[in-house]
Structures are given as structure tokens and as C-alpha cells.
């Protein structure tokens, strides 16, 4: 016990002790691996702090940056050319625009977060394989939007070194459909790897300034020669983010995420450029940002971490909630306190009724001390977000009714973690969730034909997506598992109100209806997924999202402990393992807990970091 914080109060122990309660070992405790909390059978904390953020060393994160862009090459092949750019600003109002979010496969290759920069693969040059252009630095501007990268920072994050102003990228793309060898000029030119060599290629200045006198081909070898050739040929493609389909037919529409490629890639075609094909790089992206790497699966489980979290903070504050948004206010603080991105879809938190709406997410309606809560939220942590779900009673105890459909749905959830391991797809975890809770929906009178689709009506999506940088990530869903894939295990109930009033009114249908009316009237509005996010590995599944307790209805969770009345705590940091911060980070989580717990109006903290002392003043 030594090596425990130990706490000393008037007030019952036990109840503190539930609370207060943290592993010597660094980070925040897990209750699942710490086995000195379960052989001492102290409860986990109620709250579990999210650990430090992963650190990553720079030299690596670059050389992964390489070798993503050197397998993205391979793909393209050396007739090809991939541009890749930066996500537009989206605006909310007039001259506000929402928060920046760059694009998800820029991104990938490039770890660069700001707008306005173009990545241009072209694998099949003698040595410019790869350009960055980026926006020249603007004092002006910097004054009201803040820092730009210059070519130094753009150089450290993304480890490309020939980097041009980003005003180049038009007429470098328009020399290359002419099939001319094009360099800007030196003072657009911010930073070079292959500039001494080019410019030793060429005695004269002329091969250096631009594209007129650049054209005479052959007379100096500009690297170009390999790409222009397939051009003459036709072999030559275009790699964008275009839909698969709209790059066969040439007909190139709106999507809601990549209409500037889109437009440029009808003005490519029209405008002189129909020697090249157009490809869509959708492919290329999803297999790889299908298998994460060990330091994707980092980033993601801090963005889990963040989440479970911002459960603890939310599951202790819904007891004393009156509207959703009180509880969804504690996720989207915990997210900001822990410097996620942002949320990596709109927190779903609904109570009663509204938990049987799949993406609700007005948070105005009443917590009910009866109800069910279901909160779907996830935090986006460096590009990547966690999606987690749970399901509980406001006040800690299921109704009968609530239990059962709780119980089908977990159990569900289970058989899906039976069915994951390598090898398998998600065809196959989807119809192992669904199998159980057909017979669940049948056992309680939701339904009368197990072998129909009549359960559609109450659990009416798939058990699993994949999850990444997207939510709903990308992937070929038929892909068999391999270990590094992440997918979510997902089902759910959702007991309607008007669930029978839209079904087609055939005399099929009258019959069902009467036949499942009375379980329909005892379930109706309850709502329920459970959901967790689920790694393959070579031994079969890691559920990231395990910290987070995932019990079933016989067990649910306990917030019935409160004090009453006023309390000295004092808190003891032993532990020499800890560094100053996580020991200030532990302490903060005490504090946290003791007051959500404590329900209280008062909550004075006085830390004392020399004497890793904590003192606290809790007045309900
Ligand atoms: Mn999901």
C-alpha cells in the first residue's frame, strides 16, 4: 500500500477511497491491467485522466512521412502524377470560416495543417519527385491570421525539400501539359535539393527562369524526359482525389469534399491536357490508411483516451444534469482541456426518447432521472478520432424493461468480439451481432420471424466501420482483417415511437403490428448502443476502448455514493516514479472526481507540489 496515495478524512473512507484511488505506475490507471487494484480490491477511479500524449521523435515521424510518399509513388508509377491539395476553407458566416481542418490525405503524407499548400508526386522524374508549394510568408497577413510555415517549418514537418511558392503551381502545371520542363525562378524557388545540380546542368540562366526558354528539350536534359515521352505516348495519367467513376467516364461533378479537384480536373481535360489520363487516387489512399501504422494507433488511442475521459467526467456530472447539454458540455470541455483538435463528428448525447435517433445532436432535451442516456461522441486527436458509445440510466439502476433490451444488445456486442480476428471481415462480425439480437428481438416479442428482416426496424445500421481519420474511414470493406486495421463494434436498439406508424400498411404488416403492439408499448423509446474500437492484431483484437467500463445491465454503474456533508480531504502523493506533471495532472483528477462526486457548490483546491500535498474543501 506504501507505494499508493493514501487519503485521510472524517468522512467514510470507503466512499473516498472509491474515488481517489491511483496506480504508482505512470499514466492513469487502467482497471483491467492493474492487477495491485484488484488484489487490494480497491475500486477503479471514477474518472480515469487521460495519460500524456504520445510523444513522437521527429526523425522518425519524417522518415514514416517518406516512406508513406515512397509507397504512394510506387502506385503511381513513373507515368504518373499525383496532386494532392490542401483543404479549402469552409465558411460558417460571411467573412467567419469554420476552423481549419486540412485534408485527411495531404495530411497523411505530409503533416502540414495549413491551407493554401499543393503536394505534387512525380515519381517518374529524374530527381524532382516530389514538390511542395506553399504560400510565402505575408507579414500582413500573419498580423491577422496568425503564423504561416515557411519553407524551414514546411521542410521539418513534411521532410520534402524542394519547395516552391505555391503562385507556381499554376503555370508548373500548365508547362507540363505542353510537355515543358519548367523551374521558377530562384527567388520563388524557397527551398532546393536538386538546385545546384539543375543549374549546373545548364550553363546559361535561361534553364532557371522559365518556361519559353525552357522548351528546347533534348538540348539539356531536364529530368522531364521519362514523364513527356509516356505524355506523347498517352500512357500518362493524373492521380487526383476524383471519384473512381468520374475519372472513366470525364465527367466530373460536385462532391460535397473535392470539388476543387473536380474543377480542375474538367479545365485539365478541356484546357489542353487530354493527353493525360485521369485517375482517381481514392484507391491508392484507402489501402494504405487501412492498415495503421504503431504510430497512427498511438495518435488514435490518445483521441480514445481523451473520449474515455470526457465519458468519466460526463457518465459522474449526468446524475445532477437537467438537459443534455449540460452532460455534453463535460465531453467537449474535457476534449478542449486536453488539447484534442476537436470532436470528429457532433457529440450525440440524448436522453430518453432521443437516444433512439442515430445521429441526434441538438442536446435540448430534459435528463430524465428514469431515462436512458446514450452518448455517442469521439475526440479527434492529430487527425484522428476515437467513436465510442454508451448507454446507461441517469440514475444508476435499469428498469426491467431497459435491462433486457440492454442485455441484447451487449450480448450482441460480444458475439461481434468473438467473430474478430485476423483473416475474418466485417461480413462476417456484422451477421454474428445481428444473429443475437434477432433472437433477442424474437425472445421479447419485438418481433415474430427471425428469419425475416423485420428486425431492421429497430436495429436498422451495420455493426462496424472502419475508423481512422474519418470516423466512417476508408477501406474496402470486403478486405479480410489484418492486424493494424481498426473498425468499431457497434449494435444497437432503438425502440421508436412512430417506428410502426411508417411501416407500408399491408395486411402483412397489420398482422405484425398486432402481433408485436404489446412488447412495443412495454420497450417503446428506449434506446440503446454499446460501441467500441476495435484493433486487429496478430493474436486476434485489442479493444482500445476497454478503460472505459462496458458492464451489462446486472451490473450498471454505481453513482448512488454521495456525501452530505462537508469534508477535509487530503491527498498524498508518494510515489517517487511520478514526474512533477503527472503527479499534478493525478492530483487535478482527484480533484475532479471528488467534486463531480461530491456534487458540490464549493471545491477549493491547495496544492502544495513540494510536499505532494493536495488539500481539499468539499462543501456539497
Ligand atoms: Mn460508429
Known amino acids: ?24 505506475s505512470a499514466g492513469a490507471v487502467s482497471p483491467k491491467t492493474d492487477a495491485k487494484s484488484e ?80 503536394l505534387v508526386l512525380m515519381p517518374g522524374h529524374e530527381s524532382l519527385r516530389e514538390i511542395l508549394f506553399v504560400p510565402k510568408r505575408n507579414p500582413a497577413r500573419e498580423t491577422w491570421d496568425g503564423f504561416m510555415y515557411g519553407a524551414a517549418d514546411a521542410h521539418r514537418l513534411s521532410g520534402v525539400s524542394e519547395i516552391w511558392e505555391a503562385k507556381e503551381f499554376e503555370p508548373f502545371m500548365q508547362a507540363l501539359k505542353k510537355r515543358e520542363a519548367y523551374r521558377p525562378k530562384n ?5 532546393s535539393a536538386t538546385a545546384t545540380k539543375d543549374q549546373a546542368a545548364s550553363s546559361t540562366s535561361a534553364a532557371n527562369t522559365n518556361t519559353a526558354s525552357t522548351t528546347a528539350a533534348g538540348a539539356v536534359a531536364t529530368g522531364f524526359e521519362r514523364l513527356f515521352s509516356a505524355v506523347e505516348k498517352k500512357e500518362a495519367a493524373l492521380f487526383l482525389l476524383v471519384p473512381i467513376k468520374e475519372a472513366a467516364s470525364g465527367e466530373f461533378g460536385d462532391h460535397r469534399e473535392w470539388r476543387r479537384e473536380q474543377r480542375f480536373a474538367a479545365g485539365w481535360k478541356r484546357e489542353g491536357g487530354a493527353d493525360f489520363q485521369i485517375r482517381s487516387a481514392f484507391p491508392i489512399f484507402a489501402a494504405r490508411r487501412l492498415r495503421k501504422s504503431p504510430s497512427e494507433i498511438q495518435r488514435l488511442q490518445h483521441a480514445i483516451d481523451i473520449t ?32 484534442a483538435d476537436y470532436w470528429g463528428y457532433p457529440s450525440i448525447v440524448g436522453c430518453g426518447p432521443n437516444a433512439t ?15 436512458l442516456l446514450l452518448m455517442d461522441v469521439g475526440a479527434e486527436y492529430d487527425h484522428y478520432t476515437a467513436d465510442v458509445t454508451r448507454t446507461f440510466p441517469v440514475n444508476g439502476k435499469f428498469t426491467p424493461a431497459q435491462a433486457e433490451i440492454y442485455n441484447i444488445v451487449f450480448a450482441a456486442q460480444e458475439a461481434a468480439f468473438r467473430a474478430t480476428r485476423a483473416g475474418a471481415t466485417l461480413s ?22 427471425r428469419n425475416s428482416n423485420q428486425h431492421r426496424m429497430w436495429f436498422m445500421h451495420g455493426t462496424s466501420h472502419w475508423l481512422g481519420m474519418n470516423v466512417h474511414d476508408v477501406g474496402d470493406y470486403s478486405t479480410k482483417f489484418e492486424p493494424g486495421m481498426v473498425f468499431t463494434n457497434e449494435p444497437g436498439i432503438y425502440v421508436r415511437a412512430d417506428a410502426l406508424d411508417y411501416l407500408p400498411k399491408t395486411p402483412e404488416n397489420e398482422k405484425l403490428i398486432a402481433a408485436v403492439r404489446p412488447a412495443f408499448e412495454k420497450y417503446k423509446n428506449i434506446g440503446v448502443r454499446i460501441e467500441d474500437d476495435v484493433l486487429v492484431t496478430p493474436e486476434g483484437y485489442r479493444n482500445l476502448s476497454a478503460a472505459l467500463p ?67 474543501n468539499v462543501a456539497p
Open 1 to 24: 500500500m506504501n507505494a499508493h496515495h493514501k487519503l485521510r478524512t472524517s468522512f467514510s473512507a470507503l466512499t473516498l477511497a472509491a474515488i481517489i484511488f491511483f496506480s504508482s
Open 39 to 118: 488484489s487490494s480490491s480497491v475500486p477503479a477511479p471514477a474518472i480515469r485522466v487521460t495519460p500524456p500524449a504520445p510523444v513522437f521523435d521527429d526523425k522518425a515521424r519524417v522518415a514514416e512521412l517518406i516512406e508513406r510518399r515512397a509507397r504512394v509513388a510506387k502506385e503511381i508509377g513513373p507515368k504518373g502524377i499525383l496532386v494532392l491539395y490542401s483543404a479549402e476553407p469552409r465558411i460558417y458566416t460571411h467573412d467567419v470560416d469554420y476552423e481549419y481542418r486540412q485534408e485527411n490525405n495531404l495530411y497523411y503524407l505530409t503533416h502540414l495543417k495549413q491551407q493554401g499548400a499543393t
Open 187 to 191: 527567388e520563388a524557388i524557397l527551398m
Open 308 to 339: 474515455t475521459e470526457a465519458f468519466g467526467r460526463s457518465m459522474a456530472a449526468a446524475g445532477r444534469a437537467l438537459w443534455e447539454y449540460e452532460v455534453e458540455a463535460e465531453v467537449e470541455y474535457t476534449y478542449r482541456r486536453r488539447n
Open 357 to 371: 435517433t442515430l445521429h441526434y445532436n441538438e442536446s435540448q432535451g430534459r435528463i430524465n432521472q428514469g431515462s
Open 428 to 449: 462476417e462480425v456484422n451477421p454474428a451481432a445481428t444473429e443475437v439480437i434477432k433472437d433477442g428481438l424474437l425472445r421479447v416479442g419485438l418481433i415474430t420471424d
Open 550 to 616: 462496458r458492464t451489462s445491465a446486472s451490473a450498471p454503474i454505481d453513482r448512488s455514493a454521495r456525501p452530505t456533508r462537508m469534508v477535509r480531504a487530503v491527498v498524498i502523493i508518494r510515489s517517487q516514479r511520478l514526474s512533477f506533471r503527472q503527479a499534478a495532472d493525478q492530483r487535478q483528477g482527484a480533484l475532479l472526481a471528488l467534486c463531480d462526486r461530491a456534487e458540490t457548490a464549493l471545491c477549493v483546491c491547495n496544492p502544495a507540489p513540494a510536499s505532494g500535498r493536495l488539500m481539499l
